[in-house]
């Protein structure tokens, strides 16, 4: 029973050491920030430590290290749990920032003008397409009002026009918008043909 047991710690040892030298010679391949390298360095260290004396215990050696082995264990778990913690929120972070490359690449190649408010009907994002329309520079735009950033005027007799496209929909949260009606007019003084449409973003 006592080799069985021996044996099992060892292959275990061998196992989880092995692994964890592959995952710890590949850390760069494998994008381990310090705070998750450092925590598996520790977990295998302790593990090591615990298979180690569990091997000396079954082959009658010593049982010396039994108090260091039950603290060990202890730190083994906790410190390992810790480690894939903070390895799954990274790796979230990372799906994270991935998604909004892709939304800001997406949003970066559409041709026609987008521009998102909050809730408050302040500007969040504007793309290049929109930035290039209202003569705004984005960084200016973020924050503002829509008003402060699009000017419309009407489409027959030139006049300006009072309006706000998102104010329907954040006050009724359905779809709405110009059906072309207004001419949107630049800093520069171009004025541009334009329909429009806005809806909600939800979550």
Not at 26 to 50: C, D, G, I, M, Q
Not at 69 to 79: G, H, R, S, Y
Not at 124 to 136: P, S
Request: proline share 3%; glycine share 4%; hydrophobic share 45%.
């Amino acid at each position: 029973m006592n080799t069985a047991v021996v044996l099992c710690n060892f292959i275990a040892c061998i196992i989880f050491i092995a692994c964890s030298y592959i995952l710890l010679s590949r850390r760069k391949a494998a994008h381990l920030t310090p705070s998750e390298f450092l925590p598996l360095l520790l977990s295998v260290v302790f593990y090591a430590f615990v298979a180690f004396s569990n091997v000396l215990e079954h082959m009658e050696y010593t049982a010396f290290f039994d108090p260091a082995e039950d603290i060990a264990e202890v730190l083994f778990t906790l410190v390992f749990l810790f480690f894939v913690n903070n390895w799954r929120k990274q790796r979230t972070f990372e799906e994270v920032e991935e998604q909004r490359t892709w939304f800001r690449a997406t949003l970066e190649s559409i041709a026609d003008g987008v521009i998102t408010t909050d809730h408050t009907g302040k500007i969040r994002t504007m793309n290049k397409a929109m930035q290039e329309m209202t003569g705004v520079d984005r960084n200016e735009a973020i924050g503002a009002s829509p008003e402060e950033v699009l000017s419309f005027i009407n489409k027959e007799n030139g006049l300006p026009v009072n309006y706000n496209p998102f104010f329907r929909i954040l006050h009724n949260a359905n779809a709405s918008g110009s059906t072309g009606r207004y001419l949107l007019k630049s800093r520069a003084g171009k004025q541009i043909p334009m329909s429009d449409r806005t809806a909600t973003i939800n979550d």
